[in-house]
């Protein structure tokens, strides 16, 4: 089953001065697992001392319209950045989601990889809990690149990839994800699009992110976006049938810093499903500290 919203890990950044625009919280969808809600390490850049450790932990609340009490998601998770090595920053992360159905439990690890300027690389693996009630996916790889663009100063590219092993009533799936990064002046661009393959049926959809941050690094980040496009999947019962749905989406979120190395973030999700009264909202709230 491929689910649109934070079904991959493509990061709006690109190692070193993007992260940035992660700890805006750029990306422009958020998922359930890990993989998806660990930020970039901790920003170097305009710091007056050097910090190696990043952490950030945050709580929220989804509820679904229409819906009772067993569709309204919450949860919250915990991640861990180092970037004290040089050329690599790996970063480890817990995260729980539960509703009136269960509650699960995912882990995840990673590190964004510094080739050179021109190149940069993040990788992750993530996995949850055994349950009854899956939330987030048994197992999940994830690969991403970006690359600048000659005599363009400030843009890049990138591919991403995600792997989804089949597991129980889920055939699994594939994701690519092609996308685009621009810095110009306090503003931060970034794009992509994604193209999910599923599984059993070889079920294909298209959809698609954009977002924009604007701010100054240890003083505060302003982001917002939209995202957009097409699920299918078949879904594995006694009776299979194959869902398909088309959704739009927007976000906003503010990162504000309270002292040199700490502050707090703020972070507003909303999803409606097209030709369906079914919405979603999503309200993110968490606290970063750097050492």
């Known amino acids: 089953m491929i689910r649109i919203c934070g079904s991959f890990l493509l990061f709006m950044g690109l190692a070193a001065p993007a992260l940035q ?58 991640r861990l950045t180092y970037t004290g090595i040089p050329r690599i920053a790996p970063f480890v992360g817990v995260a729980r989601i539960q509703n009136s159905h269960g509650s699960q439990l995912a882990y995840g690890a990673g590190s964004y990889f510094t080739v050179n300027r021109h190149f940069y690389m993040i990788g992750g693996v993530s996995a949850s809990q055994e349950t009854e009630v899956q939330f987030s996916p048994h197992r999940r790889y994830d690969l991403a690149g970006y690359v600048a663009v000659p005599g363009v100063e400030g ?53 698609g992110q954009f977002a ?32 398909k749905y088309q959704s739009l989406g927007t976000f906003a979120a503010l990162t504000k810093w309270l002292a040199p190395h700490a502050g707090l973030t703020f972070r507003y999700d909303y999803q409606h499903i097209i030709e369906s009264v079914a919405e979603r909202h999503s309200l993110r709230i968490g606290a970063f500290y750097e050492f």
């Open 212 to 243: 924009a941050t604007y701010g100054t690094q240890g003083r505060y980040y302003v982001a917002g976006g939209m995202s957009g496009g097409g699920a299918a999947y078949m879904l594995v019962t006694d009776e299979p049938f194959l869902v």
């Open 21 to 78: 625009a992660q700890t805006a919280g750029a990306s422009a969808q958020g998922g359930t697992g890990v993989a998806d809600t660990a930020q970039a390490p901790a920003p170097q850049s305009s710091q007056p001392e050097r910090t190696d450790f990043h952490i950030e932990g945050s709580l929220f609340y989804s509820p679904f319209v229409p819906g009772s009490g067993s569709e309204n998601w919450r949860g919250g998770d915990f």
């Open 155 to 207: 843009m890049a590219l990138s591919i991403g990839w995600t792997e989804l092993p089949a597991y129980r009533d889920s055939g699994g799936g594939r994701i690519i994800a092609i996308g685009n990064i621009y810095y110009w002046r306090k503003f931060i661009f970034s794009g992509s699009l994604n193209l999910n393959f599923a599984r059993p049926g070889s079920q294909r959809s298209v959809s």
